[in-house]
Each structure stands twice: as structure tokens, then as C-alpha cells.
């Protein structure tokens, strides 16, 4: 999965500038900076929600120029392969936890109902929800929310998993539920591409570390020097520290 010159424009804000990344396959790579920064435009970017002005996307097969249009069908067939999960968990509410992520598989994938339902209850066993099938969205905290959405992600089987900060709108002690998984799937070689803001996960569980700040790439590289005292990017430096509050 690449990104190559990406430039995105909203108005006069030029949100992304010619950046150029790349997201190796069965590697969590996380991207960090400030709020603002450009980090879920160039996650939305990577599963066609938000279309660059221009650039290049190269991912399997596909090779996409954002300055020609992009077709339904080729929209259709990266967003197959790579699953999306918000940070307000996007859930149907009027569908329990089981019909969320069977809702995929036999609609757009077109599985037959007991595959999909085998399948998500296996999921849901993965994510600690066995006994869930039937409770609605409404009936679970946020992390369990957000633990379904992580199910329903991967019953499409994606090749890449992108998450938006899916940590955010949640209590630590929730958080710790959704982390908890989330390292089970880096583990386990899941190819994931995650923005948040928790530099203790990031951290663990990052194989390589992106900082975005003002549409620009600071960093592209390995997480050990990134976190390293010794970094000489003083203004990554500083941004660890505040986010870690080591300069309160």
C-alpha cells in the first residue's frame, strides 16, 4: 500500500503537501502529530472516503490517479480490502451486535447467512463479546461498541485494517479493552494502519512510526529512534513530551 505525492486542498487550506508514504503489508504502522495535522485525511485517502487532488495510490493490483475520476467499481475494491473503524464506532442501531457483522459479509460479499454467522461468532469470541449476539448498540459501553466494530471490520476479511483514533471517545479503563485486542491482531500479523493520539500504544505496538504535522511528513521510520531521548528533532521531542506530560 503507497501513497506518492499526495496533495489535498480544502479551500485555501492545503491540508496534505506532495507527500509520499508507504504501509508495508502484515506491519502496524501508526500515525501521530497534532490535532489538525492531516493524519485522518490521509487515512480516509487510503480507503477512497476523502480523494486527494492529485497523486498516486498503488495498492495489490490497483494503481489510481487521483487526477483522473475514480470509478464506483474501483472504489468498491479497495474499499473490500481495506476494513475502516471510527472513533464513534459508526454501528447500525437498529441491528443487534450480530446482525452489525454479518451486515458486510452477506450483502457485499454475498456469504452464505450461516458462514457469516459462524464467522462472527468466532469474531466476537476473538474480541471478548461471546454472548453479545444478541444486545444492541445501544445496550454496550463504548468499548464493547468499539470491539464490535473491530468484528465487523475484519468479517470482510481486509487486507489492511485502517483505524481512526478508535480509542478516543473512551475512558481508560474502557481504552484498555480495544488496546488489549488491537495488539492481539498486531500480533497475530494483521496489517493495520492506526492515528492515535495514546503514545504508550503507539509505542507498543507500532512497527513503524509516521508524524504528520501541517500536512507534512517529519518522520517516516522506525519507533525506537522516534521515541528516543536522543531524537534530534527537537520538535518531535517536544510533542512526545507533551503528550506523555514528561514536561508538566
Known amino acids: 500500500m503507497k501513497l ?24 502496524t504502522t501508526v500515525m501521530v502529530g497534532p490535532s489538525g495535522s492531516g493524519k485522518s485525511t490521509i487515512l480516509r485517502s487510503l480507503n477512497l472516503l476523502g480523494m486527494p487532488d ?12 487521483f487526477s483522473q475520476k475514480i470509478t464506483n467499481k474501483q472504489k468498491l475494491a479497495v474499499r473490500r480490502s481495506t476494513g475502516m473503524v471510527f ?16 451486515e458486510g459479509p452477506t450483502q457485499v460479499l454475498k456469504q452464505p ?26 445496550q454496550l459501553s ?25 480509542t478516543s471517545a473512551l475512558d481508560p479503563e474502557l ?12 500480533h497475530e500479523k494483521q496489517s493495520m494502519v492506526v492515528v492515535t493520539h495514546n503514545m504508550i500504544f503507539a509505542q507498543r505496538v507500532a512497527n513503524k512510526i509516521i508524524f504528520v504535522e ?3 511528513i517529519l518522520y517516516d521510520g522506525d519507533p525506537k529512534e522516534f521515541f528516543s531521548p536522543d531524537n534530534p528533532n527537537e520538535r518531535i521531542r517536544k510533542f512526545i513530551a507533551s503528550m506523555t506530560m514528561k514536561n508538566l
Request: no cysteine; net charge negative.
Open 87 to 102: 472513533q464513534d464506532y459508526n454501528l447500525f442501531p437498529n441491528h443487534t451486535v450480530l446482525g452489525n457483522v454479518i
Open 54 to 65: 492529485s497523486g498516486h495510490y498503488d495498492f495489490d493490483d490497483f494503481h489510481l490517479d
Open 142 to 166: 463504548g468499548g464493547q461498541a468499539q470491539r464490535v466494530a473491530i468484528a465487523r471490520a475484519l468479517a470482510m476479511h481486509p487486507k489492511y485494517i485502517l483505524l481512526d483514533e478508535p
Open 4 to 27: 506518492t505525492n499526495i496533495n489535498k486542498s480544502f479551500g485555501d487550506n492545503h491540508v496534505l503537501q506532495d507527500i509520499s508514504l508507504d504501509f508495508p503489508e502484515h506491519k
Open 214 to 216: 501541517h500536512g507534512q
Open 113 to 138: 447467512r450461516e458462514q457469516a454467522i459462524a464467522t462472527a461468532k468466532d469474531l466476537l469470541n476473538k474480541v471478548g463479546l461471546s454472548g453479545y449476539e444478541k444486545h444492541y448498540p445501544n
Open 175 to 186: 481504552e484498555q479493552e480495544v488496546l488489549r485486542v488491537l495488539l492481539q491482531l498486531a
